[in-house]
Nanobody, 115 residues
Framework: QVQLVESGGGLVQPGGSLRLSCAAS????????MGWYRQPPGKQRELVAG???????NYADSVKGRFTISRDNAKNTVYLQMNSLKPEDTAVYYC?????????WGQGTQVTVSS
């Protein structure tokens, strides 16, 4: 059974930082691509960052230079370090992986950037 459990969200002021975690079970994080997505209020879900099995990363233009995706294979966990946060980063953030022709999503963690 595949489970992705996100944590680390919360309320932060503009310019602040948060680190999100995605703890995986039932899959090995470095055996497949892992991604972070977000869904702002009233908008569609969008890709924020991804990491390939080989460690190649990609980012949405809106977060390049501010967000960093990484993983800890020993902990089977993927992270999203978010710096210089802006109000427009407010969203529910989800972890996702595609394995065996199936998409697996976590339950999401709320990030609110507000003064």
């Amino acid at each position: 059974q595949v489970q992705l459990v996100e944590s680390g969200g919360g309320l932060v002021q503009p310019g602040g930082s948060l680190r999100l975690s995605c703890a995986a079970s039932g899959v090995i994080v470095n055996d497949g691509a892992m991604g972070w997505y977000r869904q702002p209020p009233g908008k569609q879900r969008e890709l924020v960052a991804g990491i390939s099995p080989g460690g190649t990363t990609n980012y949405a233009d809106s977060v390049k230079g501010r967000f960093t995706i990484s993983r800890d294979n020993a902990k089977n966990t993927v992270y999203l370090q978010m710096n210089s946060l802006k109000p427009e980063d407010t969203a529910v953030y989800y972890c996702k992986t595609d394995r065996w022709q199936t998409s697996y999503w976590g339950q999401g963690t709320q990030v609110t950037v507000s003064s």
